[in-house]
T-cell receptor, first 111, second 111 residues
Framework: SQTIHQWPATLVQPVGSPLSLECTVEGTSNPNLYWYRQAAGRGLQLLFYSVGIGQISSEVPQNLSASRPQDRQFILSSKKLLLSDSGFYLC??????????FGPGTRLLVL | DQQVKQNSPSLSVQEGRISILNCDYTNSMFDYFLWYKKYPAEGPTFLISISSIKDKNEDGRFTVFLNKSAKHLSLHIVPSQPGDSAVYFCAASALRDQLTFGKGTKLSVIP
């Protein structure tokens, strides 16, 4: 069966510091991978998606970036965090069907 | 411009009664719809989906209804149980693997 991991589970970072959140998927090959952010009152916002290694599409222009160095690894990064980057970050995967399956999430607090 | 709208931020229902969660969409190109359930500090869990070629899909206590002419879908939970208390997200897709989410409705099932 497929599983998806995210770490860390919780992160507190100062404004201006860098960020690296990691997501890995097990039990499937060549998945589509996604990064979402859930901010208060704003639902789930798609940030990035990837259909393959090195292929990243950005949905929302911001100071975040994503990379996919391996087939089942997806990384969300920032060089300098802003207060507005606080939120709950979710990684998800899918194969050709539309259903996406989510990881446990990372709660980020930028102070 | 929100393409998927969940106009009720919260809903309270007595245990054993029916819960009806509503979702409206504006993009006529959406052809696949999903409901996710989310507990605090966890990733969303896929519940049920429906393709635009159907108007109803049932899975145990959960039934999703789709009214394409009204661009409206609803999730019925019957009977409601306290463990159903969570935030429910409606999502829609016009492409094979990109989802647009609503802001969610918080369901509270009162024992």
């Amino acid at each position: 069966s497929q599983t998806i991991h995210q770490w860390p589970a919780t992160l507190v970072q100062p404004v201006g510091s860098p960020l690296s959140l990691e997501c890995t998927v097990e039990g499937t090959s060549n998945p589509n991978l996604y990064w979402y952010r859930q901010a208060a009152g704003r639902g789930l916002q798609l940030l990035f998606y990837s259909v393959g290694i090195g292929q990243i599409s950005s949905e929302v222009p911001q100071n975040l970036s994503a990379s996919r160095p391996q087939d089942r690894q997806f990384i969300l990064s920032s060089k300098k965090l802003l207060l507005s980057d606080s939120g709950f970050y979710l990684c998800a995967w899918s194969v050709v069907e539309e259903t996406q399956y989510f990881g446990p999430g990372t709660r980020l607090l930028v102070l | 411009d929100q393409q998927v709208k969940q106009n009720s931020p919260s809903l309270s229902v007595q245990e054993g009664r029916i819960s009806i969660l509503n979702c409206d969409y504006t993009n006529s190109m959406f052809d696949y719809f999903l409901w996710y359930k989310k507990y605090p500090a966890e990733g969303p869990t896929f519940l049920i989906s429906i393709s635009s070629i159907k108007d109803k899909n049932e899975d145990g206590r959960f039934t999703v209804f789709l009214n394409k002419s009204a661009k409206h879908l609803s999730l019925h939970i019957v009977p409601s149980q306290p463990g159903d208390s969570a935030v429910y997200f409606c999502a829609a897709s016009a492409l094979r693997d990109q989802l647009t989410f609503g802001k969610g409705t918080k369901l509270s099932v009162i024992p």
